[in-house]
Nanobody
Framework: QVQLVESGGGLVQAGGSLRLSCAAS????????MGWFRQASGNEREFVAA????????SYADSVKGRFNISRDNAKNTVYLQMNSLNSEDTALYYC?????????????????WGQGTQVTVSS
């Protein structure tokens, strides 16, 4: 079992930046693919970014490519999502997710572990 706790969300003006963190505890974090997903009010959950266990496999949604950066520190059991050039369409509840494996995965149902989410609100 892996427990995930997100932090770093908040209110930011359009064009600003935030860094989300996801702290993991439980089973071996370094053997897990980690992903970020988001769900805006009234919308379905969507993929944002994912990173393989070694950091060598990374995938981004087209909507965030070039603006967001996912990284991980296996020594700290933490995965990060640096979000730059935020706009109102990035407003959502952001979830951290994990699954055993090597390669970054974009599909939500492949992930076994989920955090409670952290709210990101971008004001225009």
């Amino acid at each position: 079992q892996v427990q995930l706790v997100e932090s770093g969300g908040g209110l930011v003006q359009a064009g600003g930046s935030l860094r989300l963190s996801c702290a993991a505890s439980g089973r071996t974090f370094s053997r897990h693919v980690m992903g970020w997903f988001r769900q805006a009010s009234g919308n379905e959950r969507e993929f944002v970014a994912a990173i393989g266990w070694s950091g060598g496999s990374i995938s981004y949604a087209d909507s965030v490519k070039g603006r967001f950066n996912i990284s991980r520190d296996n020594a700290k059991n933490t995965v990060y999502l640096q979000m730059n050039s935020l706009n109102s369409e990035d407003t959502a509840l952001y979830y951290c997710a994990g699954r055993e494996g090597v390669t970054a995965t974009r599909t939500g149902y492949h992930y076994a572990y989920w955090g409670q989410g952290t709210q990101v609100t971008v004001s225009s």
